[in-house]
Structures are given as C-alpha cells and as structure tokens.
C-alpha cells in the first residue's frame, strides 16, 4: 500500500489569554504561567528550524498584542498562522453580537501586530455556537479545527443541524468550511496542566511518555492500517516548551519523520490539498447523504 501521511503538529499560543478569559483569573501566580508560552514558542520554533518542519500556530488577539515580538517570529519562519478568539473566550458562552465581536477584534490584533488574516480558526475550548459556521463563512475562512466527528480525515461543516430527545437527528446543509478534526487524546495541555479552576480540577501532570506512546500508536493505527490522511497534534507553548517535554514532541519527530509516504504540513496547506475535486456533502454514512 502506497503510503500518503501528513502530520500537522499545531500549537495554541495562548499566553495570558487562557487564564484571563477561559479561567476567569485574577491570580498573577496562574496568569505566570501563560508567560512562560513566549519560552516555549522560542524553543519550539528552533527545533522546527532544526528539522526543516512547517507548523500552524494559532493565536489568539490578546497574545499578539502582549508578544508582539514572538508572534513576528513565528510569521517570519514562514509557519501559518490561525485565529484563535480575541482573549480565549468560549463562543458557546457568549451572545451572537460578543462572537462577531471577537472575530474582528482578534482580526484585527493579527493584522496590526504580523500583517495577517487568517484563513484558518480554531475554537477556544473546542466549543462553538449555532453562529460560528456562519460567521467562519462570512468571514472567508477556509477552514475550522474544533470538531471531533472524524479522526484522520477532514470533512464538510454543515449549517442547520437540529435535534430533540424525542425525534431524530436531522442533518443541516453542507457549506464550503472544512472541518481539520481534532481530538482531546492527542492534545497537551490536559493531559499535562494541573488547573484548580472554581467548579472542578484538572489533575493533569501525566508522564509525558504516556503522551508519546498514545501519539506513536494513533500514527501506527493510521500509517498501518489507513495508509492515508492527517495526523493532527494539539499543543501549547506553555505546557509542551517545558524542557522535558520538549523532548517527547522532538522524540515523536524522531518517530515518524523517516517513514516512507509521511510529510510534515500546515494545516490550510493540506486543507487546499484535500479539497481537490470535491464539492461540500454529507458524511457519507448519513440517511440522507
């Protein structure tokens, strides 16, 4: 079987803005550790340049204007650069008019800080609204990476899905929006951040080998049994830059790099690439596709 593997390894740069607007803190002792991500985004970025790698960071409007500097650095090592909320709030959290707020507003900070607009988003929290979709499209966005209804292939967003307890699901309309699935398995921070937040903890602090053993065989399920699609890693720069993790995403590297039929891709890159000959449709195990 001829082999066609991307791996997209995606970092959240959140710095400050997780703390201040998903956990809601005051605490200078928890907003510390988002000032930590310039660190990590810096040793992550030398060893991408040490392999040759291109990378997706998303951002989020607050970090750029906090870190002006590192998101320049990350634009001009030529890796892609996503939109990521205005200071990390949940769009299922606040009203329709606040969600186009943030949009512009993180466009905005992109645009005066890197020169950019972004084509790609990712949801803070992973969570979206009935209005996220439609906004992404009137936005020109070309694709969204919040989903989890697939592992290693992309598929269509859809406007207008409806369901109730006593009815079936009834499917909405596919748009022109890809959806570049994501999983919380192959995502750093909880598997590895200790948070006391105000209804729950997250104990985090897993061995990091225990990460790199669930990245090794999600790849090998892929590699040896698909043979073709993306890998999609979720990282942060304050959680996956401390020194010995660092190692683990350097070690997975290692892992996967000189295997036939495996590149490295930013995420709009493969998103064009995947495109190609296709027309948005339902999944294909769907009654009505």
Excluded at 17 to 39: A, H, K, Q, Y
Excluded at 198 to 206: E, H, L, R
Excluded at 220 to 230: K, T
Excluded at 235 to 255: A, K, N, S
Aim: glycine share 8%; net charge negative.
């Amino acid at each position: 079987m001829k082999k066609d593997v991307r791996i997209a390894l995606t970092f959240d740069f959140d710095a400050y803005s997780l703390w201040i607007g998903t956990f809601d803190s005051n605490s200078p002792s928890m907003l510390s550790r988002g000032e930590f991500g310039p660190v990590g985004v810096r040793r992550i970025l030398a060893s991408l340049e040490a392999e040759k790698i291109p990378a997706t960071f998303y951002i989020p409007g607050h970090t750029a204007y906090a870190f002006p500097k590192t998101v320049e650095a990350v634009a001009a090592a030529g890796h892609e650069i996503g939109h990521h909320g205005w200071v990390h709030e949940n769009p299922a959290s606040v009203s329709a008019d606040k969600e186009r707020w943030i949009l512009e507003k993180g466009f905005e900070a992109l645009d005066k800080v890197a020169g950019i607009r972004p084509t790609g988003y990712r949801s803070p929290a992973w969570d979206n609204s009935p209005q996220t979709v439609p906004l992404l499209l009137e936005h020109g966005f070309e694709y969204e990476s919040s989903m989890m209804g697939s592992d290693f292939q992309p598929y269509w967003c859809r406007v207008g899905d409806s369901w109730t307890k006593d009815g079936p699901y009834v499917f909405g309309k596919p748009v022109d929006l890809v959806e570049m699935p994501v999983a919380w398995h192959l995502d750093d921070f909880p598997q590895f951040e200790y948070v006391v937040g105000k209804s729950s903890t997250n104990q985090g602090v897993i061995t990091p080998r225990d990460l790199l053993q669930m990245w090794k065989d999600e790849f090998d399920f892929l590699y040896d049994r698909i043979g073709e699609g993306v890998f999609i890693a979720t990282m942060h720069p304050q959680t996956i830059g401390r020194g010995h993790r660092m190692l683990v995403l350097e070690q997975f590297i290692d892992y996967v790099k000189d295997k036939p039929g495996v590149s490295f891709t930013r995420m709009g890159d493969y998103v064009r690439h995947w495109k190609q000959g296709k027309t948005p449709s339902l999944p294909a195990d769907t009654a009505e596709s």
